[in-house]
C-alpha cells in the first residue's frame, strides 16, 4: 500500500536555452545511502526538444555530477517502451524492481559508457543504436542525449504512437532516484508511469513538478 503521496502539479512551461522544453522538475527527496556520491544520484530535472533532423533529445540534470560515481556500479538508466504488446516490467541492469511501462530496450550511462540492453521478447533490437549519448556537461551536472527516431521507425514505431521514457539512477540493484512519484523505493521498487515524450512536445505540454512531502 502506498502512504504519504506528495503532491505533482503542472508548471508554467519553461523554455530553456536552445529551445529545450522542461518535462519534470524534481524538489522530492531521493533514495541517500550515506555514501560520498549520493547528489550524483539525485534526479534535478530534465527536458527535451526536437533537433534538426527530427529526433528527440534528451537532457537530465542531477544534483552534482561525479565521475567517481559511474566507474563504479551506480549508473543513470533510461527506459524506452515503443512497441505494443511487447517488452519486460522487470527492471533491467540487476536492478531491483518493476514498472508499469513494460521496456523495449534500455540503456545503463557510465560517463561515456553507455550500456544496452533488449528485453527478451525483442531479439531484433540487440545491440541496435537507438539512444546517443551526446555530450556530458559536469560543470552544468548534466548528460545530453539523442533518441534516433528513424531507428524506431525501422522497427515499427509511428509518430501517431507514444514514445514512453522512463529514467532512473541505481546503486547496484538499488533504486535511488527516478521521476516517478510515488518514489519506487517507497512503492515497493515499482515504477508508475510514463511521459509519452513525442506527445509532450507535439501539445507544448506544461512540465510536471515533484513536491517533498
Keep these: 500500500m502506498v502512504k504519504n503521496l506528495r503532491i505533482t502539479t503542472e508548471c508554467p512551461i519553461n523554455q530553456e536555452k536552445d529551445n529545450f522544453k522542461t518535462v519534470i522538475i524534481d524538489k522530492a527527496s531521493y533514495n541517500k545511502l550515506n555514501d560520498e556520491f549520493d547528489p550524483t544520484r539525485d534526479l534535478i530535472s530534465y527536458s527535451a526538444k526536437y533537433d534538426e533532423n527530427k529526433d528527440i533529445l534528451i537532457k537530465i540534470k542531477v544534483q552534482k555530477y561525479m565521475r567517481n560515481a559511474f566507474e563504479s556500479d551506480s549508473s543513470i538508466?533510461?527506459?524506452?517502451?515503443?512497441?505494443?504488446?511487447?517488452?519486460s516490467y522487470i527492471l533491467p541492469f540487476h536492478i531491483r524492481g518493476a514498472t508499469d511501462h513494460w521496456w523495449e530496450v534500455a540503456y545503463s550511462i557510465k560517463n561515456e559508457k553507455l550500456l544496452m540492453q533488449n528485453s527478451e521478447d525483442t531479439p531484433h533490437l540487440k545491440d541496435q543504436k537507438i539512444i546517443e549519448l551526446l555530450q556530458i556537461n559536469e560543470k552544468d551536472s548534466e548528460i545530453k542525449l539523442k533518441i534516433d527516431l528513424k531507428k524506431l521507425k525501422q522497427f515499427g514505431w509511428s509518430e501517431?504512437?507514444?514514445l514512453y521514457v522512463q529514467i532512473l539512477t541505481h546503486k547496484g540493484e538499488i533504486i535511488t532516484d527516478s521521476f516517478n512519484d510515488p518514489k519506487p523505493y517507497e512503492n515497493a521498487n515499482f515504477l508508475v508511469g510514463a511521459m509519452p515524450i513525442n506527445k509532450f512536445l507535439k501539445y507544448n505540454s506544461k512540465c510536471q513538478e515533484i513536491h517533498p512531502h
Excluded at 538508466?77 to 517488452?87: A, C, E, P, T, Y
Design 160 to 162: 501517431n504512437f507514444p
Design 77 to 87: 538508466v533510461v527506459l524506452l517502451d515503443f512497441i505494443r504488446d511487447s517488452g
